[in-house]
């Protein structure tokens, strides 16, 4: 206010200059977080082009992180999953060779018992595989596939239809729903 106002005031009152009263300074306004939020949430313009975008914006980088977050949980169960899987596969020579040991040691009545150990050694061996999700794959008079299969060769069989398989060299092993090994086998070309 002028000087002259407050004169003006002050004879109308009785009051002198000095008696005027003063203009207060403004008291500081404090927010909280949640208030300071509620205020502005309530003085955005909930059409305003610039707020849906941003809540776009924001919808989509929440969208990003879920999908981001389910990836990586789906990585972690197929690592835990196959986690095993070279470990296995190193393991598969030693069941050829106690498959080999029973092939050939049959024939000799003086192997007998050590044939039967190598026997319960070996079921024993393909149980505990097993209970970690190997499953053997490939047999004689099944249908040829190159997913399961390794086709060494072709030969005549007069006892199988043309395409099956007609003699199983080596045993092939799937872990789960993966193939470690295929089955080594010979292809029937008919008669």
Do not use: W
């Amino acid at each position: 206010m002028s000087d002259d106002l407050l004169a003006t005031q002050a004879a109308t009152t009785g009051e002198t200059a000095a008696e005027a009263p003063t203009e207060a300074p403004a008291p500081e306004l404090t927010l909280s977080d949640e208030e300071l939020r509620a205020l502005c949430a309530a003085r955005v313009c909930p059409a305003c082009p610039e707020k849906a975008e941003f809540d776009d914006a924001r919808l989509r980088q929440l969208a990003e992180l879920d999908n981001t977050r389910k990836r990586l949980q789906r990585e972690m169960d197929e690592f835990r999953k196959y986690a095993a899987e070279g470990v296995l596969a190193d393991l598969l020579p030693i069941l050829d060779n106690l498959d080999l040991a029973i092939e050939h040691g049959g024939g000799d009545p003086a192997c007998k018992n050590l044939l039967m150990g190598v026997e319960m050694t070996r079921k024993l061996f393909l149980d505990a595989l097993a209970a970690h999700g190997l499953v053997a794959v490939g047999c004689e008079g099944e249908e040829f596939t190159p997913e399961l299969h390794e086709a060494v060769g072709q030969e005549s069989h007069p006892d199988h239809a043309p395409g099956k398989v007609c003699k199983l060299l080596k045993k092939g092993y799937k872990l789960r729903e993966r193939l470690l090994r295929p089955a080594m086998v010979m292809v029937s070309a008919g008669e």
